[in-house]
């Protein structure tokens, strides 16, 4: 470690002068909380996915962060008949690391936070861009608040560059696939907020 801690480069480029300190304003800086998008750039009402259809995306974690809630946000849609449900934290290449209870019939009321406990806290080993998700199967899927990017996977903006958003897995029930398998790209990219 160097004077300057876990920041390699010039402090004054440093994330902590900026995102992700004002990606969730008025949270406690002291406590660790993460957004993949600051709250301020989740201006749409992101279309369902299918029943049982997990969606996905990227959030950039650090070596000895303790992921202990995983949050996603219903938009202007409620789920509806719910049966199953989860959040889950995946590590950058897809495979499960943690979930959350199942959700059964638990209900989502539309625009509102759903803040889950994994089923134990896991601390992350290495810095990277870990995956977190979230599955519904219900009659109606309630829709998720975040960003529309134009851009999808099968569109890269950058030689190794990701979709900010993707779909995995069908009919999954109330336990997470152990590994995302193929990623479908999608533009749309939910707010997700671990702590």
């Given at each position: 470690m160097?004077?300057l801690?876990?920041?390699?480069?010039?402090?004054?480029?440093?994330p902590a002068l900026?995102y992700?300190y004002?990606?969730l304003?008025?949270?406690d800086?002291?406590?660790?909380?993460?957004?993949?998008?600051?709250?301020?750039?989740?201006?749409?009402?992101?279309?369902?996915t299918?029943?049982g259809?997990?969606?996905?995306?990227r959030?950039?974690?650090?070596k000895?962060?303790?992921v202990?809630?995983i949050?996603?946000?219903?938009?202007?849609t409620?789920?509806?008949?719910?049966t199953?449900?989860?959040?889950?934290?995946?590590?950058?290449?897809?495979?499960?690391l943690?979930q959350?209870?199942?959700?059964?019939?638990?209900?989502?009321a539309?625009?509102?936070?759903?803040k889950?406990?994994?089923?134990?806290?896991?601390?992350?080993?290495?810095?990277?861009?870990y995956?977190?998700?979230t599955?519904?199967?219900?009659s109606?899927?309630q829709t998720?608040?975040?960003?529309?990017?134009?851009?999808t996977?099968?569109?890269?903006v950058?030689?190794?560059?990701?979709?900010?958003?993707f779909?995995?897995g069908?009919?999954?029930?109330?336990?997470?696939?152990?590994?995302?398998?193929?990623?479908?790209?999608v533009?749309?990219?939910?707010l997700?907020?671990?702590?």
């Amino acid at each position: 470690m160097t004077t300057l801690g876990r920041y390699p480069r010039v402090v004054a480029d440093s994330p902590a002068l900026d995102y992700p300190y004002a990606a969730l304003p008025g949270v406690d800086q002291d406590t660790f909380v993460r957004s993949n998008i600051p709250v301020w750039a989740a201006t749409s009402d992101l279309a369902a996915t299918g029943t049982g259809v997990a969606i996905g995306t990227r959030i950039f974690l650090r070596k000895t962060d303790v992921v202990t809630y995983i949050s996603f946000v219903a938009g202007n849609t409620a789920l509806a008949s719910g049966t199953a449900g989860w959040h889950a934290l995946y590590d950058p290449s897809g495979t499960l690391l943690a979930q959350s209870a199942a959700q059964g019939s638990t209900a989502w009321a539309a625009n509102t936070a759903r803040k889950l406990a994994l089923t134990s806290p896991y601390t992350i080993s290495v810095d990277g861009w870990y995956i977190v998700a979230t599955s519904t199967t219900a009659s109606t899927v309630q829709t998720l608040i975040g960003c529309a990017p134009i851009v999808t996977a099968s569109a890269a903006v950058h030689t190794g560059s990701k979709a900010l958003g993707f779909t995995f897995g069908s009919a999954t029930g109330d336990v997470a696939p152990a590994t995302t398998g193929t990623q479908t790209g999608v533009a749309k990219c939910p707010l997700a907020i671990v702590s």
